[in-house]
């Protein structure tokens, strides 16, 4: 007992460790007493030093795949999120789809609410290299079959592991050792019979040349469903977050008092909320018979506002339209992954290894449906064929047009097709000199991420086919550009098909027009890596108190960077340029590119990376009085990259044990991220946002350009975890953890959003913001708002990490419980200099891309096993939040979100068969089907009406399969 004990002591020097609950096999089995055989097989990510015990002070979560499938059996990336040192990260379940304007729907992990981009990667010791064109990893390229465990390094670690490791490293470690055949079958539904989900997997290892050689092999497949916002009432409702006086009068000298959100224009929740900018079937907008609408008959009636809110634009019923919930909540995905690796022990102190994985993630969703609402409205002439007639003759020598804001949810919308092929080949040497341990790798990894959204308007065809006119020689209605004297255009528009906006139902769909006007968006970025790497690590000396141990390496990398797309906007960022592009059309709206919703900018880049660490163990004090154990640990490393220039990260850090049952640990570092590619080398990139604006009182849709900055330097991290580890003796079985970090961001690549740099201007008509903002006036709504990163931010974080463990036998079983818990004391950022600095612990943030602080999060696991029989549940924790817009307006009538409990229940049954078992398992997750808070955006009907990015928005769901292994 006191051995294990010890074990699992210093095996928590470096992190809580989770073993896998054993399960019981027979009458009075001492679960606790099942310790690893060698302190070897604790091989933890956390330093580059590895001994008995593994003395690093940074601590480590670690997570086996048998406890995380348990209660959530889809993917390994689905299961951590639900760790609470794991917040705000993006998924397919936990992005917003109405546009595919940027790679943010993958499996995005985000240690401490700090960014995709600040969480290290790495694939068994491996760095993985972005998949995405943001320089993001999307995990769900891993293969998960052989993943033995992930380790979680919950601290900076970019001193051992090289730039990114700002909130943490994430390791996928896989079982190289394993023998035998395992694999996995299953299925899964929710309650309500959508988002129905399948998994498939095999994997093998076998031995070769007598034991020399082993064999790896493994292919999976997933697939789920998704689900539409209509497929929950809530979703149906259009419930959102509006000004709550709609004749607000301002009688202070704060500006923004009658702004939605402001002291005395409170946000409140109103249903059934429309905006007014357009209508279903065409509101016109300018031209005789202006604020008249088109019904789905054709009939010209008076446009309706319906009730007014306090947000400009947004009324309770009336003829104004609503965003279609047919859009996806959740999006459909699948997976392919197949991974082979194959060793060599060349002599006792030399082996080698080759591996290779393919992976495929596909994702397919429904996007927002083709609009034509302001900026963007259709332009109808005179002399148009399908105007009515009462239109025509209002006309006059000064009026000779209507503006047509529609909307057209009952037209098809618009499908994204994405693809994300990851493959990554590599191999090895490691070995052995005397005491001293090396190994020596090299890896190549390729990624091609390909974006298609198809069904969305092509602006050039467009506008060629809404200007019909009747053609004089024949008298049939033509494209107005078809007849163009000039011999160019006449003949680009040949094929054009003449579009009629005022039809409804199947027949506007159904046109040529239609067709004609609509086409596909595609763009598609590739990333590469070549990394060479090596590392040797040791004993220098012996002291009284143990060896004084070294690690040293050296990594060179090699990525780039190619994102091409068939919308690029920057070749239409010219006065020329659009005047040769929209030659011979005219009502062409200035906020006009290549397509309606998705234009992205090519970006190519490339840089090498040389690195080279050294890091140090030295024991102090052991078997002492008060001093079991004394430690200290340092590391440094310095890292050139070839676009941004040199910096140097380290860290030092120190153990203590007073006793055998109690150990303190405190690390102090400095950590980097470097500018990702993109973040250097995008080109424009145009996209559509809605801006409530101050100055014009206006709410509509703005362009937004955004592009790369090449003058771009790393954020430099300052991270401080101090901690205590403690395992009883007098309580076998017990361990617990506890850790306080804090991380500090100086010169952070911030991006100030849309709203804040309208805001920033609005406070202060002299702030550089005021650059960024175009108007035709000074009191006009923007034509166009640019936005580009900068190293203007910091960010603070700090807060208590919990992590407890106990097994124990009850009866002829084995119990397990596991708890983990944060608490959140502080997150701050502040997004500029001149910028106020945002609180955001404990606040939900309202949006269309929401988050959530809250200051506590935990999970609770109870595990039985008795026989054959299993039975695992776990409670899922988030604490309850305040209602926020940090740096905006965000005066809420109802601020409190309250606390929300999720119950996961998991059955199994193992029948054992030719040496090995099968395991029967059932898993229902959210058991008492709890619904998630109401919170909906500020925006009518973009996502489902609540933070999707903390809640689950399935609701009860069941999974059934087996698991299997010979």
């Not at 040496?915 to 500020?938: C, Q, S, V």
Request: charged share 15%; net charge neutral.
């Amino acid at each position: 007992m006191r051995r294990r004990s010890f074990v699992l002591l210093l095996a928590g020097v470096s992190g809580s460790v989770i073993a896998a609950p054993a399960m019981a096999q027979g009458a009075g089995q001492d679960a606790a007493a099942e310790a690893p055989a060698k302190s070897e097989d604790i091989v933890v990510t956390g330093s580059r030093i590895v001994r008995d015990g593994y003395k690093a002070p940074t601590p480590v979560t670690v997570a086996t795949t048998e406890d995380l499938v348990k209660s959530t059996p889809s993917i390994l990336s689905d299961a951590l999120n639900k760790l609470p040192q794991f917040q705000n990260s993006s998924s397919p379940s936990r992005s917003s789809h109405n546009f595919s304007n940027t790679a943010s729907n993958g499996n995005v992990l985000n240690l401490r609410s700090l960014g995709g981009l600040r969480t290290l990667v790495l694939f068994d010791g491996q760095r993985m290299p972005p998949t995405t064109f943001l320089g993001t990893v999307d995990t769900s390229v891993i293969p998960n079959l052989l993943i033995q465990r992930v380790d979680i390094v919950t601290g900076g670690a970019s001193a051992a592991y090289g730039s990114d490791a700002v909130s943490g490293v994430v390791n996928f470690v896989l079982n190289r050792k394993f023998t035998g055949l395992t694999g996995v079958a299953q299925a899964g539904v929710s309650q309500r019979g959508d988002n129905a989900n399948q998994r498939l997997g095999l994997a093998g290892g076998w031995n070769f040349a007598g034991g020399k050689g082993h064999i790896l092999l493994s292919g999976e497949y997933y697939n789920n469903d998704g689900m539409l916002r209509s497929d929950r009432d809530y979703g149906r409702q259009s419930y959102t977050y509006a000004g709550t006086n709609s004749s607000c009068v301002n009688t202070t000298t704060d500006k923004t008092a009658c702004r939605p959100g402001g002291s005395l224009n409170p946000y409140g929740i109103y249903s059934n909320v429309k905006l007014t900018a357009a209508s279903e079937y065409g509101k016109i907008t300018s031209g005789p018979f202006a604020n008249y609408r088109f019904t789905s008959t054709g009939e010209l009636v008076p446009f309706d506002s319906g009730i007014a809110t306090g947000t400009a634009s947004y009324a309770v019923g009336g003829d104004g339209y609503s965003i279609s919930p047919d859009t996806q909540a959740i999006a459909p995905q699948k997976i392919y992954q197949g991974f082979a690796r194959a060793s060599y022990d060349f002599s006792s102190d030399i082996s080698g290894y080759i591996q290779g994985t393919f992976s495929r993630s596909e994702l397919s969703y429904v996007s927002l449906a083709n609009s034509l609402v302001p900026p963007t409205g259709a332009t109808l002439y005179s002399g148009n064929p399908y105007l009515p007639t009462e239109i025509q003759n209002a006309f006059t020598p000064t009026s000779q047009s209507i503006t047509l804001a529609r909307y057209g949810a009952g037209s098809p919308k618009p499908v994204t097709n994405e693809r994300t092929d990851f493959w990554q080949v590599g191999g090895g040497l490691e070995g052995k000199l005397g005491s001293w341990k090396w190994n020596a790798a090299y890896n190549h990894a390729n990624s091609v991420f390909r974006v298609a959204q198809h069904g969305v308007w092509d602006w050039q065809h467009f506008y060629a086919a809404v200007d019909a006119v009747r053609d004089p020689s024949t008298g049939n209605t033509v494209c107005r550009a078809s007849l163009s004297s000039d011999p160019t255009i006449r003949a680009r528009y040949a094929d054009c098909q003449p579009l009629n906006l005022l039809l409804s139902g199947n027949a506007y769909a159904d046109q040529p027009g239609y067709a004609y006007a609509t086409g596909t968006s595609r763009y598609r970025a590739r990333n590469t890596q070549d990394a060479f790497s090596i590392n040797l690590d040791g004993t220098l000396f012996d002291l009284p108190a143990g060896p004084v141990s070294l690690a040293v390496g050296g990594e060179y990398r090699r990525q780039s960077l190619s994102l091409t797309s068939n919308a690029d906007p920057s070749t239409l960022d010219t006065t020329e340029e659009r005047a040769a592009y929209f030659a011979g059309l005219r009502g062409v709206a200035p906020s006009a590119y290549y397509y309606w919703l998705t234009n992205v900018g090519s970006a190519h880049g490339r840089q090498n990376v040389k690195e080279a660490y050294a890091e140090l163990a030295v024991p102090l004090l052991r078997g002492k009085r008060f001093f079991e154990d004394l430690s200290l640990n340092g590391a440094v490393r310095v890292t050139d990259y070839s676009t941004s220039g040199t910096v140097e990260t380290w860290k030092l850090g120190g153990t203590w044990s007073p006793v055998r049952d109690l150990l303190f640990r405190v690390t102090r570092s400095r950590d980097i991220r470097a500018p990702n590619l993109y973040e250097l080398y995008a080109g424009d990139q145009a996209a559509i946002s809605q801006l409530v604006d101050p100055v014009s009182g206006l709410t509509q849709n703005v362009p937004q350009v955004t592009g790369g900055n090449r003058d771009l330097k790393p954020e430099i991290a300052n991270t401080l975890t101090v901690g205590a580890v403690i395992a009883p003796r007098f309580l076998p079985g017990f361990n617990l953890s506890v850790d306080y970090y804090r991380i500090r961001i100086n010169k952070a690549i911030g991006t100030l959003s849309l709203s804040q740099i309208v805001d920033n201007c609005f406070a202060d008509a002299s702030a550089p913001e005021c650059g960024q903002i175009v108007r035709d006036t000074p009191t006009a709504f923007p034509t166009l708002v640019r936005i580009q990163p900068a190293n203007i931010a910091a960010v603070e974080t700090k807060g208590l990490d919990f992590d407890a463990s106990y097994r124990t036998n009850i009866g002829e079983g084995a119990l397990a419980l596991r708890l983990y818990a944060s608490r959140l004391i502080k997150y701050a950022s502040q997004q500029s200099a001149n910028a106020p600095v945002l609180q955001y612990a404990g606040i939900n943030v309202v949006g269309s891309n929401p988050q959530g602080f809250p200051r506590w999060r935990g999970t609770f696991t109870a595990d039985y096993a008795v026989g054959n029989f299993g039975v695992t549940v776990s409670e899922q924790y988030i604490h309850h939040m305040t209602l926020g817009i940090p740096g905006s307006p965000s005066n809420f009538v109802d601020p409190h979100v309250p606390a929300v409990w999720y119950t996961d229940l998991s059955l199994r049954f193992d029948i054992p068969s030719h040496g090995g078992n099968f395991e029967f398992f059932t898993t229902i997750n959210n058991l008492f089907d709890k619904d998630p808070p109401l919170i909906p955006g500020t925006t009518p009907g973009v996502n489902l009406p609540t933070n999707f990015t903390v809640y689950d928005t399935v609701g009860r769901a069941f999974t059934a399969g087996v698991r299997f292994k010979f």
